[in-house]
């Protein structure tokens, strides 16, 4: 199934983290054959800023994935609850 949006969120989303004024990024990728790649960078090391940025970031993710799965935030977050504990960072 191709959706005809993707190539264009994708082009983008490429552009957005080229931009000179980014404070925090995150991209994560699922190939076809299942592979996941995670890429997360801020610009700071202050535990503060860090969570608010983790906080923005998965608020986001989860309102749009959500709302694009016709689940609520709270089905989603837990299924990435027990995904992230499954999970093994590299």
């Known amino acids: 199934m191709t ?3 993707f190539d264009d969120v994708r082009e983008r989303a490429a552009e957005a983290v080229t931009e000179n004024e980014l404070r925090s990024a995150y991209t994560g990728l699922v190939h076809e054959d299942g592979r996941h790649e ?3 960078a801020n610009d700071t090391e202050e535990v503060a800023e860090l969570r608010e940025a983790a906080t923005i970031q ?3 993710l ?6 694009r799965s016709d689940s609520s935030v709270e089905e989603i977050t837990d299924l990435a609850v027990e ?3 499954q999970m093994q960072l590299r």
């Open 3 to 5: 959706n005809s949006q």
């Open 38 to 40: 995670y890429y997360f």
């Open 58 to 60: 998965l608020g986001v």
């Open 62 to 67: 989860l309102r749009v994935l959500a709302d």
């Open 83 to 85: 995904r992230a504990e």
